[in-house]
């Protein structure tokens, strides 16, 4: 598998995301600075977590009209694989790849800690190696992870199976002291209707090596090495 990183221009977990992804594939992603205006043939698009031009305006609303991201959608639309975490889920969402918004937390509080989610599928490229249902502890870090859609696009993701993932305690109930920002649904994670684009605001990058503390996340980048070899 080929994959590329994204790197804009406040991006903070690029290098995390690039650790995890060749310790997946045994192969370094290309890491692709924003500004270029067209990605190199790739398996996989990732963009990273952090605060991409300083979350001026509203968070991965600058970014998303980056020169690089023309290609990203038309790659998207295509059928690459592209995985936006936290910052790059935003990005995701303001270029029209996802549907909603990700708004301040419900606590105006900026939100870093581990938090518990429930795999929702395991028959995506980005889940295959997960149990259904299965509970992941992964860290979130985050001032805007509050995800939210009107009623309609909410029930069409449910009704989809759209769903990637969701916050709950760690036993998979969900909860509303489980939900670290407000997320609709205890949202933590959507697709987009093909199933080949995943924004989520947990960082999996940050505990996928025992080094970290933990290897819950490390699942998602074998699975894409999997699906995508």
């Given at each position: 598998?080929?994959?590329?990183?994204?790197?804009?221009?406040?991006?903070?977990?690029?290098?995390?995301?690039?650790?995890?992804?060749?310790?997946?594939?045994?192969?370094?992603?290309?890491?692709?600075?924003?500004?270029?205006?067209?990605?190199?043939?790739?398996?996989?698009?990732?963009?990273?977590?952090?605060?991409?031009?300083?979350?001026?305006?509203?968070?991965?609303?600058?970014?998303?009209?980056?020169?690089?991201?023309?290609?990203?959608?038309?790659?998207?639309?295509?059928?690459?694989?592209?995985?936006?975490?936290?910052?790059?889920?935003?990005?995701?969402?303001?270029?029209?790849?996802?549907?909603?918004?990700?708004?301040?937390?419900?606590?105006?509080?900026?939100?870093?800690?581990?938090?518990?989610?429930?795999?929702?599928?395991?028959?995506?490229?980005?889940?295959?190696?997960?149990?259904?249902g299965g509970v992941l502890r992964?860290?979130?870090?985050?001032?805007?992870?509050?995800?939210?859609?009107?009623?309609?696009?909410?029930?069409?993701?449910?009704?989809?199976?759209?769903?990637?993932?969701?916050?709950?305690?760690?036993?998979?109930?969900?909860?509303?002291?489980?939900?670290?920002?407000?997320?609709?649904?205890?949202?933590?994670?959507?697709?987009?209707?093909?199933?080949?684009?995943?924004?989520?605001?947990?960082?999996?990058?940050?505990?996928?090596?025992?080094?970290?503390?933990?290897?819950?996340?490390?699942?998602?980048?074998?699975?894409?090495?999997?699906?995508?070899?």
């Amino acid at each position: 598998m080929k994959a590329t990183v994204i790197v804009f221009p406040g991006s903070n977990c690029d290098r995390d995301v690039a650790v995890s992804l060749e310790q997946a594939t045994g192969r370094p992603p290309e890491m692709l600075w924003h500004g270029s205006s067209e990605v190199p043939s790739t398996d996989l698009i990732v963009l990273p977590g952090g605060f991409s031009y300083g979350d001026y305006l509203r968070c991965g609303a600058m970014a998303a009209h980056s020169p690089v991201m023309r290609d990203v959608v038309d790659k998207a639309k295509s059928g690459t694989r592209v995985l936006g975490i936290c910052n790059g889920f935003q990005i995701l969402t303001e270029s029209g790849l996802l549907p909603g918004v990700l708004m301040q937390n419900m606590s105006l509080k900026y939100v870093c800690r581990d938090v518990h989610v429930r795999v929702e599928r395991t028959d995506t490229d980005f889940t295959r190696q997960y149990g259904n249902g299965g509970v992941l502890r992964i860290p979130v870090a985050h001032h805007e992870g509050n995800y939210n859609a009107d009623e309609e696009t909410l029930d069409r993701l449910e009704d989809e199976g759209r769903v990637a993932f969701r916050y709950c305690t760690p036993d998979g109930e969900l909860d509303r002291d489980a939900n670290p920002n407000g997320s609709a649904r205890n949202i933590a994670g959507i697709y987009n209707e093909d199933g080949t684009v995943l924004g989520l605001m947990p960082h999996p990058e940050r505990l996928a090596d025992p080094q970290l503390g933990g290897t819950d996340g490390k699942a998602l980048f074998s699975s894409l090495a999997e699906a995508l070899q």
